[in-house]
């Protein structure tokens, strides 16, 4: 297993959580592939790889876009065990996404027990601002209190998308 | 005048003062009276005569009603054991086809029928086990498979891991995906034997979280286990078998699920009510006493006589000790009974009881079947404790089945020793005796051994009926030929049927069914012993040349006559004429002979159903003799002895033909239509006797 240990550049792992529907493939599919998926289909769990280059390094970012909705705690727990660092998506279109926020960040800290894990929070479909139902103070308030940046996203326009998944690593 | 009469009594608004009056004052003298009288005692002679054939119609379409009752109730019967047949036949059908395999075999159908479906999910967990039990002969190390009660095998199948980080290959490894976890296997480089694979890992469903990996330049086709510490990742050969994988998980994570959910479901609902005990709602007798005390016994530990319960029944079937495994087996079951927790121990016991169960209800079968090699000594007594093991253990179909058999093996050993020598009367009287005697022991038997049981009653009226056909097919060949006479006949059938009456005692009645059996050879042989005697008839009336006959001597008229009155013609003494010489001739004694012996013996066959040929026999073997006394009156020939001719016919006509009606009427039950139709046709020959004896006389 580690007979080549440095061929192979740096391996990031990143976690997509958050509820369903917010974006979180959308958002995966966009650094990955370039493109916007219009249509909505619930991920079950799909993992990506992309090589990146970062401050002229080339790294790996493994990303592990997670489902919404899992059944099984045990389940969830592992999918935040194998992370190292976690972009906690909500829509601000959707202040119950945003509530839900503080849940996964409770789960994630229970999990890994670091409070200073990397972690990111994220108002995604920051293209559809006349929908908006989270105010910019909130999030910033929630971010600030937790200690971690804030971004706002659009999977359809890209913005800032390289942005959060750089910032990750 | 007559009609009249009949017309005014027929009235109905007779008044039998009016019409004597009316008679009183028409007639005159004493003599138109008693002519009057005459006419009217006439009168009611007739209406005497049409009342008893009245009542003989309706008594016969009486009996024609009895016996076609008790033809439909055996039909009936017959159709009852069909249909419980085509039961057990389909149910057995529906359980091969649903699991394409062989069912030990079939639950008993009696009063069980809401045991098919537990007998289905019983087998379908037997499938499955039989299925972990192969995975446990390719698969080292993995013996605790089957300790899971419930886990079944929903997926397997060869998979390529591959490094979490690196993405190169590591091995081969087998996987199975069972209904509760995911078991990773890998290969033995050097196999040897049915085992295959090396068992590695066994990951808990409800945790292992199963990523599917995009493909990627460098891998397709993947997908990853998170189980923390470990992150596997496993590479399928295609796309559809790693669609397949992941379909299956998801099945298997939400059954799981909706498993869980239900338990947890029922375990809120006892807290909720925490009065009412786990298992409550199987329990047959909620207010059992030993309900508690088994409770807080079950949750503990089990009874040790529970635990040893398996072995225990080995000993005792191998000991061939059947009522005590059975009485074990009952104390067993009562225990499991109660106990419906899912405890992984008692579910064992419960397996392996129900095994036992099948595994004596096995040995007992093999006790009861019948094979060439085995003696039949016992009999059926023999047969008794094994059919009512079988009976408790709820398989009376097949212990009815088997024991059935048992009987036509019997049956067909005792009547293979009876030996055919000397008269066939004597054959078939102990041939006849042995069957019967023996179908009413079995009779006995098998009332003691299913005393309640509508089906198995009817399959055994089934298998008397059959058995009574194959006999009376058999003794059908052995006696009806051409040549058997038809007295040796009546003697034959007369016993068989006499020994088969003996069976209603029990309340099988065979005998319609033998009749029936009978019926067409008995007509064909009547038939024949009217061909035989009508040509006997002619043969004789040819050498016949009217004289009297001599008796030669005394001593042979006194034997003669004793004889004639010991077959009913006493009266013949008054023929006598001299001291050796008979008025009648030699054919007509002998016809009298011949015809009082046929008579017997086709009384003795009559049924309802041969009436009618009985009648037929009679009256052309009677004609043949009337036709030729009538032509021998006619003929030229016997001028001189017409005489002497109308004194036979006079004879055949007054003396023999009554005293056949008589017997007839005794025996049967109602006067012969047909031989009174001869009298009357015949009768002209006798009026000219009794004219001429009269001129004579004069």
New interface residues.
């Given amino acids: ?1 580690s007979k ?1 240990p440095n061929q ?1 550049p740096a ?1 990031h792992k990143v976690i997509m959580v958050g509820s369903g529907g917010v974006g979180k493939s959308a958002l995966t599919l966009q650094f ?1 592939y370039d493109e916007f998926v219009e249509d909505y289909e619930p991920t ?6 992309k090589k990146v280059v970062l401050d002229g390094e080339e790294v790996q970012i493994d990303i ?1 876009d997670t489902a919404g909705q899992e ?2 705690a ?6 935040f ?2 992370g190292e660092g976690f972009l906690c998506v909500f829509s601000i279109t959707e202040d119950e996404s945003f509530q839900a926020t503080q849940e996964f960040r409770d789960q994630i800290l229970r999990v890994k027990n670091d409070e200073n894990i990397p972690f990111l929070l994220v108002g995604n479909k920051s293209d559809l601002d006349e929908k908006r139902k989270v105010s910019l103070t909130d999030a910033n308030a929630r971010a600030q209190q937790w200690g971690v940046p804030y971004v706002e996203t659009s999977a359809k326009t890209r913005d800032n998308v390289d942005k959060i998944l750089c910032r990750q690593c | 005048m007559a009609d009249f009469a009949t017309k005014k009594i027929g009235a109905p608004d007779f008044n039998p003062e009016k019409y004597v009056k009316e008679l009183s004052q028409r007639c005159v003298g004493g003599q138109e009276l008693q002519q009057q009288r005459q006419k009217i005692q006439t009168l009611a002679d007739e209406t005497n005569i049409l009342l008893k054939k009245n009542v003989y119609q309706n008594y016969m379409q009486f009996i024609e009603t009895a016996k076609e009752i008790s033809h439909l109730e055996s039909e009936m019967y017959q159709l009852s054991h069909m249909l419980t047949e085509q039961r057990s036949l389909l149910s057995s059908l529906a359980a091969t086809s649903l699991l394409g395999d062989k069912i030990p075999s079939a639950v008993d159908s009696d009063g069980a029928t809401g045991n098919s479906g537990e007998g289905e999910e019983q087998k379908e967990e037997e499938e499955s086990r039989r299925k972990l039990a192969a995975i446990l002969e390719k698969v080292e190390g993995c013996v605790t498979l089957l300790e899971t009660s419930g886990r079944t095998i929903l997926h397997e199948g060869d998979l390529l891991e591959l490094d979490p980080i690196e993405n190169s290959a590591l091995q081969r490894v087998h996987a199975y995906l069972f209904s509760d976890g995911f078991m990773i296997a890998s290969w033995i480089p050097n196999r040897r034997g049915p085992v295959r694979y090396k068992f590695e890992a066994m990951y808990e469903l409800g945790s292992l979280a199963v990523v599917n990996v995009r493909d990627m330049s460098s891998v397709k086709t993947a997908f990853k286990l998170l189980a923390f510490p470990d992150t596997r990742v496993f590479q399928c050969t295609n796309n559809q078998s790693k669609k397949e994988w992941l379909d299956k998980f998801e099945q298997a994570k939400k059954a799981r699920f909706v498993q869980e959910q239900q338990k947890r479901e029922s375990a809120s609902q006892i807290e909720r009510s925490p009065s009412r005990p786990s298992h409550s709602d199987s329990l047959e007798s909620p207010s059992n006493p030993f309900e508690d005390a088994d409770d807080s016994n079950a949750e503990s530990e089990l009874p040790e006589w529970l635990m040893e319960v398996p072995e225990d029944l080995d000993v005792c079937i191998a000991q061939r000790h059947f009522e005590e495994a059975y009485n074990l087996l009952e104390r067993a079951r009562e225990f499991l009974d109660k106990n419906t927790a899912t405890d992984p121990v008692i579910t064992d016991i419960r397996r392996k009881v129900e095994a036992r169960v099948r595994a004596l209800t096995e040995v007992l079968m093999k006790e009861l079947e019948v094979s060439p090699d085995k003696s039949l000594q016992g009999g059926l007594r023999a047969a008794r404790r094994a059919v009512r093991l079988l009976n408790q253990l709820g398989r009376s179909t097949q212990a009815c089945d088997l024991f059935l058999k048992l009987c036509s093996s019997i049956l067909k050993t005792q009547l293979k020793r009876v030996k055919r020598e000397g008269a066939t009367v004597l054959y078939v009287q102990q041939i006849g005796g042995i069957f019967f005697s023996n179908l009413t022991d079995m009779t006995r038997e098998f009332l003691r051994a299913f005393p309640h049981s509508p089906s198995c009653a009817s399959a055994f009226v089934m298998w008397a009926g059959s058995e009574l056909t194959h006999l009376t097919s058999h003794l059908i060949k052995q006696v009806f030929m051409p040549q058997s006479s038809i007295t040796m006949l009546a003697e034959c059938v007369t016993c068989v049927r006499n020994q088969c009456d003996q069976l209603s005692e029990l309340g099988v009645d065979l005998r319609y069914q033998l009749d029936g059996l009978l019926r067409t050879p008995l007509t064909r042989a009547l038939r024949d012993a009217r061909e035989k005697l009508v040509d006997a008839v002619k043969l004789r009336a040819v050498e016949d040349k009217w004289h009297p006959m001599n008796l030669q001597s005394k001593a042979g008229l006194t034997k003669f006559l004793q004889e004639m009155s010991d077959i009913g013609i006493a009266s013949i003494h008054t023929y006598v004429t001299g001291d050796c010489w008979l008025g009648l001739t030699s054919n007509t004694v002998a016809f009298s002979k011949l015809y009082l012996m046929l008579l017997d013996d086709c009384l003795r066959l009559a049924t309802p159903e041969l009436q009618y040929t009985v009648d037929d026999v009679l009256s052309d073997v009677f004609q043949a003799q009337m036709l030729h006394v009538e032509a021998s009156c006619s003929s030229e020939k016997y001028k001189a002895e017409s005489q002497f001719i109308q004194k036979n016919a006079a004879f055949l006509l007054d003396t023999l033909l009554t005293l056949a009606e008589h017997c007839y009427e005794e025996k049967i039950g109602n006067p012969c239509a047909q031989l009174s139709k001869l009298r009357d046709k015949y009768s002209h020959l006798k009026k000219i006797v009794a004219s001429r004896s009269l001129i004579v006389q004069l």
């Fill in positions: 297993m080549k192979q391996l990955m079950k769990a799909d993992s990506y790889r592990l059944d099984y045990a389940i969830r727990d592992n999918y065990r194998s």
